[in-house]
């Protein structure tokens, strides 16, 4: 099969590097596994040797999802369409597992998209992700380094995030000219409740538009009476976005909301 530029497609082709992505998965036999974007199949095929209960595939490509019927048959089960617009549908007795070698262009659309699900933890046991090695860093970077921002902020709202690995561009086809990173992310029990998560996206949006101005400017852009919430939530007006740590911003998200 032919790589798709349009839809991001780099097919993972070495089977040692496919073989330690489904390790850190440890799946059993009892585990319900999600795959987003299968391409070919290769780790597919990896996902199989593990005997899980069951494999869901989603693959948007009508001619990667007939080639892996094919390869395939009945062993899993293929969704033909774009996980954008059914991520909300898979609904079990039993929090699943979920894999994917994600396409460049929208892998942080993904991953919002499932953080943005309510009771997350009770359907999703795992999620072990392929990113650029840019996103990935910005997704598990922590308070005052160059790389923390609104990624890191929204993803460990929910999620607790570790690098397992970097994968040199040599493991895909077609090579792709930066470095990915393997990431594990897995739902936290309790987290802070907000009563809309795009309230979030929005306050971190406003901080980090300009990361290198004082807090004072996003602060006055969210509240009329910016300085007494500051004082309310013990903030130094004169810091930067970069040297708030997350709690910092769900409290100030929960202020906006009320």
Not at 117 to 135: D, G, S, T
């Amino acid at each position: 099969m032919n790589p798709k530029k349009s839809l991001g497609q780099n097919f993972l082709n070495n089977t040692n590097l496919l073989s330690k992505i489904v390790d850190n998965g440890k799946i059993s036999k009892e585990d319900i596994i999600l795959e987003i974007g299968p391409g070919s199949g290769n780790l597919t095929n990896e996902l199989l040797k593990k005997k899980p209960k069951k494999l869901i595939v989603v693959e948007k490509d009508d001619n990667l999802s007939e080639f892996l019927y094919d390869r395939f048959g009945g062993q899993i089960k293929i969704i033909n369409k774009d996980i954008l617009t059914c991520y909300k549908d898979f609904n079990f007795d039993e929090p699943l597992k979920v894999f994917g070698n994600l396409p460049y262009n929208i892998s942080t659309k993904i991953l919002t998209s499932f953080i943005k699900i309510e009771n997350l933890n009770k359907k999703f046991k795992k999620f072990i992700f392929i990113f650029q090695k840019e996103v990935a860093d910005r997704i598990i970077a922590e308070e005052n380094t160059k790389n923390y921002g609104r990624l890191s902020i929204i993803t460990s709202w929910k999620l607790n995030s570790k690098k397992l690995l970097d994968i040199d561009p040599k493991f895909f086809y077609p090579k792709p000219k930066v470095w990915s990173s393997l990431i594990s992310l897995t739902p936290k029990i309790t987290i802070e409740n907000l009563k809309n998560a795009k309230h979030l996206e929005h306050i971190t949006n406003i901080f980090f538009n300009q990361r290198r101005k004082m807090i004072r400017k996003p602060m006055r852009q969210l509240f009329s009476n910016y300085e007494k919430v500051a004082k309310n939530l013990n903030l130094d007006l004169n810091l930067r976005p970069q040297n708030l740590p997350i709690k910092k911003y769900i409290e100030i998200c929960k202020f906006y909301e009320n």
